[in-house]
């Protein structure tokens, strides 16, 4: 069994996969879309990924303002969640605070030596690896 992190963006969805001790989160893909709305071949591409990992649970990052409002953003990624539990029954999906994953992402990157056109390539998926490891480290405090 593994855990699925995606950091859930309006073109692009950056997608990670824990090892299965459930210990490490890795970089997988990063899935692209024309534009917001289309969803279903990126819905798709997730069911291959669960059914190739053995996947039950997905942790979403969930984008609120810094004063822990939602945004325009959450209300989207509420939507994106509420399908994905229609798509894929008996896999649980967690909404994960995702403020600030982004902003660390590039900045890793940068200091990784990562240029302007490598981090733009990378950014979703090391900001969804970000969201699963601090999942994954939240469930061993809690074990």
Same mark, same amino acid.
Request: aromatic share 10%; hydrophobic share 40%; net charge positive.
């Given at each position: 069994?593994?855990?699925?992190?995606?950091? *859930?963006?309006? +073109?692009?969805?950056?997608? $990670?996969?824990? =090892?299965?001790?459930?210990?490490? #989160? @890795? %970089? !997988?893909?990063?899935?692209?879309?024309?534009?917001?709305?289309?969803?279903?071949?990126?819905? #798709? +591409?997730?069911?291959?990924?669960?059914?190739? *990992?053995?996947?039950?649970?997905?942790?979403?990052? *969930?984008?609120?303002? !810094?004063?822990?409002?939602?945004?325009? +953003?959450?209300?989207?990624?509420? %939507? @994106?969640?509420?399908?994905?539990?229609?798509?894929?029954?008996?896999?649980?999906?967690?909404?994960?605070?995702?403020?600030?994953?982004?902003? #660390? $992402?590039?900045?890793?990157?940068? $200091?990784?030596? $990562?240029?302007? +056109?490598?981090?733009?390539?990378?950014? =979703?998926?090391?900001?969804?690896?970000?969201?699963?490891?601090? *999942?994954?480290?939240?469930?061993?405090?809690?074990?």
């Amino acid at each position: 069994m593994r855990v699925l992190g995606l950091d *859930y963006g309006g +073109r692009t969805i950056g997608v $990670a996969i824990s =090892d299965p001790f459930l210990i490490t #989160a @890795f %970089g !997988l893909e990063t899935i692209r879309r024309p534009d917001e709305t289309s969803v279903k071949k990126s819905v #798709a +591409r997730l069911g291959e990924i669960i059914w190739e *990992y053995d996947v039950k649970t997905i942790v979403l990052g *969930y984008p609120k303002h !810094l004063d822990n409002t939602e945004s325009a +953003r959450s209300t989207l990624t509420v %939507g @994106f969640k509420e399908r994905l539990e229609r798509n894929f029954k008996g896999v649980e999906v967690v909404l994960w605070d995702e403020r600030f994953s982004s902003a #660390a $992402a590039y900045k890793e990157l940068s $200091a990784a030596g $990562a240029s302007g +056109r490598q981090i733009k390539t990378v950014n =979703d998926q090391t900001a969804a690896v970000l969201i699963l490891q601090n *999942y994954l480290e939240y469930i061993k405090r809690e074990r």
